[in-house]
Antibody
Framework: QVQLVESGGGVVPPGRSLRLSCVASEFIFDSYAIHWVRQAPGKGLDWVALISHDGSTKYYTDSVRGRFTVSRDNSRNTLFLQMDSLRPDDTAVYFC???????????WGQGTLVTVTS | NFMLTQPHSVSESPGKTVTISCTGSSGSIASNYVQWYQQRPGSAPTTVIYEDDQRPSGVPDRFSGSIDSSSNSASLTISGLKTEDEADYYCQSYDGNNRVLFGGGTKLTVL
């Protein structure tokens, strides 16, 4: 059973940093691109970032470029999202999601909540 | 910037058919595949349609997807509505710059 488990969320004041993790299991992690997608409370899905299977390619949505960094450690089956200079509008549940062989997000984690507030 | 626009909400009775639209703001929506995700409260999304009109295994054939190039839109049609279909539905594609794009989501009420 493919699993993605996020962790690292919490409550932080504006301007601080947070590092999210997403641990994968039951699939060949280094064969798949993984994305971060967030959802603000009561709002829709908002794509954040993508990292290719080998970590060589990364893309970001405009609002986080320069503040967030996506990375992965394929030896530990783990994806990371380093979030710096956090703002209140970064408050959301952050999901990691696998981009599958068929053209869609075929597995998602349960999400981890990040709250940015003073 | 390319955007995907969905109706905020739709409602229909059990047993009926409902169609949710997803309209591209510019360019051609047919240039990239469109996916549809269902999200129930408190849960992660799950795919109901991928590659415009394909159903993952386990998704009933009551769900179908299509593309209409003339209106630059994609559609998700759910027939034989059941109360369990009540959820938020999101279309997803790309913006042409290797960035994933979601529509704003449509809340389906089955009453």
């Amino acid at each position: 059973q493919v699993q993605l488990v996020e962790s690292g969320g919490g409550v932080v004041p504006p301007g601080r940093s947070l590092r999210l993790s997403c641990v994968a299991s039951e699939f060949i992690f280094d064969s798949y691109a993984i994305h971060w997608v967030r959802q603000a409370p009561g709002k829709g899905l908002d794509w954040v970032a993508l990292i290719s299977h080998d970590g060589s390619t990364k893309y970001y949505t405009d609002s986080v470029r320069g503040r967030f960094t996506v990375s992965r450690d394929n030896s530990r089956n783990t994806l990371f999202l380093q979030m710096d200079s956090l703002r209140p509008d970064d408050t959301a549940v952050y999901f990691c999601a696998r981009w599958g062989r068929k053209y869609h997000f075929d597995h998602w984690g349960q999400g981890t909540l990040v709250t940015v507030t003073s | 910037n390319f955007m995907l626009t969905q109706p905020h909400s739709v409602s229909e009775s059990p047993g009926k058919t409902v169609t949710i639209s997803c309209t591209g703001s510019s360019g051609s929506i047919a240039s990239n595949y469109v996916q549809w995700y269902q999200q129930r409260p408190g849960s992660a999304p799950t795919t109901v349609i991928y590659e415009d009109d394909q159903r993952p295994s386990g998704v009933p054939d009551r769900f179908s997807g299509s593309i209409d190039s003339s209106s630059n839109s994609a559609s998700l049609t759910i027939s034989g509505l059941k109360t369990e279909d009540e959820a938020d539905y999101y279309c997803q594609s790309y913006d042409g710059n290797n960035r994933v794009l979601f529509g704003g989501g449509t809340k389906l009420t089955v009453l």
